[in-house]
């Protein structure tokens, strides 16, 4: 126990006990390391307050004699080390040495430190300990800051201890490093430049992290050093920038302002001068100075401390939003490119962002707008869901209509993503997942209907994100299968269903690749590389690769990029492996089931990836256009069953996937049957059963085109055949469709099929009004498909359908007051009405089933006239005017005979005979109901597109310039722009161009026509519509001559047609010359002789009458000046699409346009009742691919309303004849009977 002195109570200074030398002659190592040994444990224990420091005196000179520092033995110096650490602390704050000799002794720790220090396990490991935390927690390595050439004892130091801790030392030791250095940085007065490099060059090193002791050290240093380092950071940063700025590559600018990122990222405090440094940076003259300013900040304000940053310095954060209107496109890029952090800022920063964001969807360069769409591709599920508004996600999908391909495939694959995440959310009905993120694939998929181009990208990123195959996983009992959940697949996609329009749904029918006639030209393709055999061909070599280069055209045009589809497609071919091409075949079979599609698409992709990876994309996107990724055999059962479930009409979640179900199963009947062979058994059940009339109608229309592809699929058991005739006779319209379809293609139709229209024959007359329809429907199946059985009883049955329903009045109901509309939708359309459209159906197939026997103008004549008339009257064939009847049943009347007459005109023969009424069919196009328009429309386009129709008929399309409804126009639009860029060059000019003489004449004809300025300039109009879709710089020579040439030739109706005609041509010469003006084209004399249609022209009777009309003008002499107007109203170039907004209706010459009725889903089948669909029924064909429309990348709509025309006033003359007269009810059946 410590004695106390007598008089003041305390503790007496102690004196040191050892009093041996360190140094002795003869001494031994072992000697002198006990003795140190002995001193190190005393000193330890003593107590700085309580030390009597002369008595160590002695001991404090001999540890700093060369005899010991310089001692060979590390133990010698590691305790002497301690000892001396142990002196500094006792004799704190005063140092009993001279600077010499403290420069000597601080190297000595260090060095001791440095060259021994390296790990736990090391001897002597306890003193190096002591010595560390001796320096940090006394502090007495301040000492050096006082030294002559202090900041070279500073460096040393910190060089050595950067070092030190990356040798993984523990916790505590990194620890004492930090406490030492901090001491040393608040101590000095300054530090040197290279000390703060040896800082900052651990933040350099881009995978530098937490879990690097020595970037934790500098980290902590930084941090608790912040206020000293503030001043020397922005010192260092202002050094590099000036003495770096003249450089052309900013390489080192680059490197330091990722320095500055690191930094704020770990230790934002250092920054604060720093910071006005870069936002000076923002507005230099320097883009790539700019750019780099821009791109850091972004990147500071994205992460976690970003919003202290933005509330610290909010001027700074002003002026980097700024730079998202920069000049230069490279700095508006990094602003873009470093903000996807910020959806995950404060809410101010979060809306400030979103705004720009938005903003730069519409920027003028692709890449700025591709890179914002990219950015939502990157976030997580929870930040999309929080922060990111509804109404940026549907800006997000107006870029998949961009003119860029990489700005499509960048929107399209953020929003398909994101579905990706949201969609278990969504399965298990949250209400949030489902508001945000249920559109998506509905939109997606209604782009493809707009945009052609489109279609390429919507494909991938519904195959990889929405509507995904299950992933390959080898099944446990055999290896070379999949492991796949053929219920969960199909289910995934009636729930993506859920939420699609029903154009939407007719556009993910035609992605699944049911339509495609089979053999597809994918098929063909791969037949033709195992053809070529990699180009070593034995016989036919020329034949074999001439079929390969057009399959290859045909194929390739159809992607965003045909140059390069072409070249690896010819690489494909070049590759020649067999067993690649094996795999190919097993994806694009239609037999194929999941299990084995999985299978091969993952071997087909993994082994190209061997051989020729650089084709992997190309082939990869060829294997979507082709295979059954979506619903193939694999569906059925699970599609039946949910079929099954449904119950009642409500909107539940099992009703809908019924309803998804039904329209899936309607298209794999219409156009892939095949996927029904492995499922004839569960078909057959399903009818049978009769539980479910769902059921049953999707059960008979799937073994009817499954009976219609094999008839030798069709069970002959009695009692299956007796089900199937119940059916045929029923009163259900559908059932007895289907069912006598079963018939007319069963290997016994001839012997069954008599004996039901015999017997369906005698009860027309008795029948019901629901049973009615459901006869004729059955009739109609069999005039179209087995003309010889309707044949037996044709003479009743056209008979009954002529006096009985088509020349009976068509009159409104009695209890229904009259709403002004011209249509009726089809849960709505009278048996009256149905029946009646089913007699022209029957009237029409039966004419298209003689088309090539020997009585075939004896049969179309008179329905050819019957047709022909009801158009002429509006939709009647009752012929009694002093009868008011139902317009909206007129309207269904006059839309079916159109449609009868448009496919009647797929027969040459009858197209012929119809040439007198063309242009009465044509104007079909003007009619005054949206609807039939519309329809007839969806009707024609098919046709054009398979070219089933004469040329001629591809100018109704150009009829629509004056629709008030932009959907017609743009349908229009569509489809003669695509067929303009898909058609071969011969065809194009046969069907688009030369038909040019042929709206002119038509337009010379039109109602509308007249000599007044007023009503030029409307007809004018047709033909600049015309100029805008066809009549581009290798158009206009043979167009212009077509119009010339019109001058020379004559009506042979009359002269005033002729006269009318002389001026269109005219019009047409004016507008064409304008047009070429306004593009800056030349027009160079057509090089051709061409024929003019003889059959609407003839020519002149002589030469003197020739000439005189050649030189005679037939326009208004200030013609040019209003025709110009029209011209340069019209675009030089197209602007960044939009999707078209709705307009209101315009007025029809006067009349109120009837208010247009969106159009209910239905139950659609191979060939609806009513026949306002737009698949083809006479003729097996898929729907030509959708286009893009010109105009839909105007970024703004054209504010003017138009009126249809003389088509529409003249049957609004009609209409106010009819109202003037007094209604008279005659004595005839209603329209419900």
């Known amino acids: 126990m410590v004695a106390q002195t007598r008089h003041t109570g305390q503790l007496s200074p102690k004196k040191l006990a050892f009093r041996e030398k360190l140094i002795t002659k003869g001494q031994s190592n072992d000697a002198l390391l006990k003795k140190l040994k002995t001193l190190h444990s005393e000193l330890a224990e003593m107590d700085q307050e309580l030390v009597d420091v002369n008595s160590m005196s002695s001991v404090r000179k001999e540890l700093v004699s060369s005899s010991i520092m310089l001692h060979k033995d590390r133990g010698v110096k590691a305790y002497a080390a301690c000892c001396m650490a142990d002196i500094l602390r006792l004799y704190a704050p005063d140092a009993p040495y001279t600077q010499a000799e403290l420069r000597d002794i601080f190297q000595f720790f260090f060095k001791q430190l440095s060259n021994n220090l390296k790990g736990p396990d090391v001897t002597y490991y306890t003193q190096y300990f002591h010595l560390l935390e001796s320096l940090s927690t006394v502090k007495s390595v301040v000492l050096v800051c006082d030294l002559p050439n202090a900041d070279e004892l500073v460096l040393g130091i910190f060089r050595d201890l950067f070092a030190m801790i990356r040798r993984d030392l523990p916790k505590q030791i990194e620890t004492f490093m930090a406490e030492i250095l901090v001491a040393i940085v608040d101590e000095s007065s300054s530090l040197s430049g290279d000390v703060l490099e040896i800082i900052m060059a651990q933040f350099m090193d881009k995978s530098a992290r937490v879990e690097q002791p020595a970037y934790r050290l500098a980290v902590s240093v930084c941090n608790q050093t912040a206020d000293k380092l503030q001043r020397n950071v922005a010192l260092y940063f202002t ?48 883009s790539t100075l700019r750019a780099i300013a821009t791109q850091v900040l972004g990147e500071m304000f994205s992460d976690k401390s970003g919003g202290d940053l933005a509330r610290n310095h909010p001027s700074t954060w002003n002026a980097w939003l700024g730079r998202k209107v920069d000049k230069s496109p490279a700095v508006r890029l990094r602003f873009v490119e470093s903000s996807n952090g910020l959806y995950s800022a404060p809410p101010e920063m979060a809306e400030a962002i979103e705004s720009a964001l938005n903003g730069k969807l519409l920027d003028p360069d692709e890449k700025i707008r591709a890179a914002v769409c990219k950015i939502y591709s990157q976030l997580d599920y929870e930040t999309a869901v929080h922060h990111v508004s509804e109404l940026q996600l549907k800006a997000i999908a107006g870029r998949v209509a961009d003119k860029k391909l990489t700005v499509r495939f960048e929107a399209a694959n953020s929003l398909a993503k994101l579905y990706g995440l949201a969609y278990p959310e969504i399965e298990n009905n949250n209400v949030t997942a489902i508001s945000k993120f249920s559109w998506i694939p509905n939109e997606l998929l209604h782009m493809t209907t707009i945009v052609v181009d489109c279609r390429t990208v919507v494909e991938q990123v519904l195959s990889d994100y929405i509507l995904p195959l299950p992933s390959f996983t080898p099944s446990s009992l055999n290896s070379k299968t999949a492991e796949v959940d053929e219920t969960a697949w199909t289910d995934h996609l009636l729930n993506v269903m859920r939420y699609l329009t029903d154009q939407s749904i007719n556009a993910l029918v035609l992605l699944s690749n049911l339509k495609p006639n089979r053999p597809s030209a994918i098929d063909i393709f791969v037949d033709a590389c195992v053809q070529y055999n990699g180009g070593v061909i034995d016989e036919n070599e020329e034949r074999v690769t001439q079929k390969l280069g057009r399959i290859i055209e045909v194929i390739s045009v159809y992607f965003p990029d045909p140059a390069k589809m072409r070249e690896d497609l010819k690489a494909f071919a070049k590759v020649n492996e067999p067993r690649l091409y094996k795999l190919m075949k097993t994806c694009l079979d239609v037999e194929t089931d999941l299990k084995g599609l999985v299978k091969a698409q993952h071997d087909f992709i993994r082994r190209l990836e061997q051989s020729s990876s650089t084709l992997t994309t190309s082939l990869t996107a060829l294997l979507r256009r082709g295979s059954l990724h979506i619903a193939n055999t694999s569906s059925i059962p699970t599609l039946l069953l949910r079929l099954q479930r449904s119950q009642g009409t409500t909107i539940t979640k099992t009703n809908l996937a019924a309803n998804n179900a039904q329209v899936l199963f309607t298209n794999i009947a219409k156009f892939c049957p095949a996927l029904f062979k492995p499922h004839v058994d569960e078909l057959i059940t399903s009818i049978e059963d009769g539980k479910n009339d769902k059921t049953v109608a999707v059960g008979l229309q799937a073994l009817a085109s499954l009976v219609k592809l094999d008839s030798l699929l069709m069970p002959l058991e009695s009692s299956t055949v007796e089900v199937i005739k119940s059916h045929v006779l029923s009163s259900n319209h559908r059932h007895a469709k289907f069912a006598a379809r079963i018939f007319a293609f069963c290997e016994e139709k001839n012997t069954i099929c008599g004996g039901v229209v015999e017997s369906i024959a005698d009860s027309l007359y008795k029948a019901p009004a629901d049973q009615l329809v459901a006869h004729l429907v059955s009739l109609a199946q069999f005039a179209r498909f087995i003309p010889d059985a309707f044949e037996q009883k044709s003479d009743v049955i056209t008979a009954f359908l002529l006096k009985k329903l088509l020349m009976v009045p068509s009159l409104p109901p009695d209890d229904l007051e009259d709403d002004g509309e011209e249509w009726v939708e089809d849960d709505e359309v009278s048996n009256n009405l149905k029946a009646k459209i089913a007699a022209l159906k029957i009237l029409r197939y039966r004419t298209m089933s003689h088309a090539n026997s020997k009585n075939a103008v004896d ?30 049943a007129l309207s269904r009347i006059r839309l079916q005979a159109a449609i009868s007459l448009l496919y009647l005109s797929s027969v040459p023969a009858y197209a012929d005979a119809l040439t007198p009424k063309f242009i009465r069919l044509a104007l079909t196009i003007q009619d005054t109901c949206f609807n039939v328009r519309m329809s007839f429309l969806q009707k024609l386009v098919p046709l054009l597109w398979h070219r089933k129709l004469p040329a001629k008929y591809h100018l109704i399309l150009f009829l629509t310039a004056h629709d008030p409804e932009e959907d017609i126009k743009q349908k229009a639009a569509a489809a003669a722009s695509g ?91 004016e507008l064409i010359k304008f047009r070429a003006q306004h593009n800056n084209w030349t027009i160079p004399t057509f090089p051709g002789k061409i024929k003019l249609p003889h059959d609407i022209l003839r020519p002149q009777p002589n030469a003197e009458i020739a000439n005189k009309i050649a030189k005679q003008t037939f326009l208004p002499p200030d013609a040019s000046s209003w025709l110009a107007e029209i011209v340069m109203a019209a675009p030089r170039e197209k602007k960044e699409r939009k999707i078209p907004a709705k307009r209101k209706a315009a007025t029809t010459n006067g009349h109120s346009k009837r208010s247009r009725k969106k159009r209910k889903q239905t139950d659609s089948s191979d060939e609806e009742l009513f026949d306002v669909h737009t698949d083809a029924t006479d003729i097996e064909m898929s729907d030509g691919p959708p286009v893009h429309p010109p105009g839909v990348d105007e970024a703004e709509e054209s504010s003017g309303e138009e009126q249809l025309g003389r088509g529409a006033r003249s049957k609004a003359k009609a209409k106010a004849r009819r109202k003037s007269r007094t209604s008279k009810k005659a004595g005839t059946p209603s329209s419900d009977g």
């Open 239 to 286: 050094d590099i920038i000036v003495s770096n700025s003249e450089e052309e590559d900013f390489e080192q600018i680059r490197i330091a302002h990722d320095l500055i990122k690191r930094l704020h990222a770990s230790c934002p405090n250092l920054l604060p001068s720093v910071i006005p440094q870069l936002e000076e940076e923002l507005h230099a003259d320097a």
């Open 859 to 888: 049969i179309s004549t008179p329905v050819l006239k019957m047709l022909a008339t009801i158009l002429d009257r509006g939709g009647s064939l009752a012929g009694n005017d002093a009868v008011e009847e139902d317009r909206k």
């Open 979 to 1069: 067929l303009f860029r898909k058609l071969p060059s011969d065809l194009r000019t046969e069907n688009l161009e030369f038909v040019f003489i042929r709206l002119l004449h038509l337009l010379a004809h039109h109602p509308d026509f007249a000599t007044s300025q007023s009503e030029l300039q409307d007809i004018a109009k047709y033909v600049q519509f015309y100029l805008e879709l066809i009549g581009s710089e290798e158009t206009i020579p043979l167009l212009y001559h077509l119009a010339s040439k019109g001058k020379t030739v004559r009506d042979p109706e009359s002269q005033a047609y002729s006269e009318n005609l002389y001026a269109m041509c005219e019009i047409a010469q």
